[in-house]
């Protein structure tokens, strides 16, 4: 996509990133609220916010945010990826892989091992996640289907980390765990 630019979000981008996100899941203002107070959290982190911009306009958005993994031996830093929009009228035309490989790319210099989401089982193997089971984790939720919880290896990962993957409380208190129908 040669009109795209992907790339930290800044700070004045706020707005129009916010509204991309809730109108890329229908209006739903759950996703807003869940992004407001991903914000004001100690999980928050400007350069963990990415947009994908044509011209002046943000027409696609993904937040990563601090969590951890309760490892046996002690707590690991990791990111979630949560969420990921594309404007409504733009959708499957390959914004959402685009800017997710873009930022994953950007990720990949932090210290964090391991990006964790729950989302389409569909759509996010293709952009190199697997099931985070099969690395040996648990999900933060019994909510979460199996097939939906999945990780993304940065390259500081070691496979001898393992454990049960806890969100940041601003999940909890937006009930934003567990794959809604």
């Not at 930290?8 to 109108?23: F, G, K, L, N, Q």
């Not at 499957?92 to 210290?111: C, D, F, M, N």
């Not at 697997?130 to 290896?153: E, K, L, N, Q, Y």
């Amino acid at each position: 996509m040669p009109d795209l630019v992907c790339r930290v979000m800044r700070p004045e981008e706020w707005s129009a990133a916010r509204a991309t996100c809730v109108d890329a899941f229908g209006g739903d203002e759950s996703i807003g609220t869940l992004l407001d107070l991903l914000r004001a959290s100690w999980a928050w982190e400007d350069d963990l916010a990415f947009v994908a911009c044509r011209g002046d306009d943000v027409v696609g958005c993904v937040f990563f945010s601090h969590a951890f993994v309760d490892a046996p031996d002690r707590v690991v830093g990791v990111l979630v990826l949560s969420p990921l929009g594309v404007r409504r009228d733009l959708h499957r035309q390959g914004i959402g892989s685009t800017l997710t490989r873009a930022a994953l790319e950007h990720l990949s210099v932090r210290p964090e091992p391991l990006v964790f989401l729950e989302g389409v089982p569909s759509f996010y193997p293709r952009l190199g996640f697997v099931s985070a089971s099969a690395m040996g984790f648990t999900p933060p939720s019994t909510r979460i289907p199996d097939a939906a919880f999945m990780a993304f290896a940065l390259p500081s990962y070691e496979p001898s980390i393992r454990g049960a993957l806890v969100y940041a409380d601003v999940f909890w208190r937006a009930d934003a765990v567990g794959l809604r129908p």
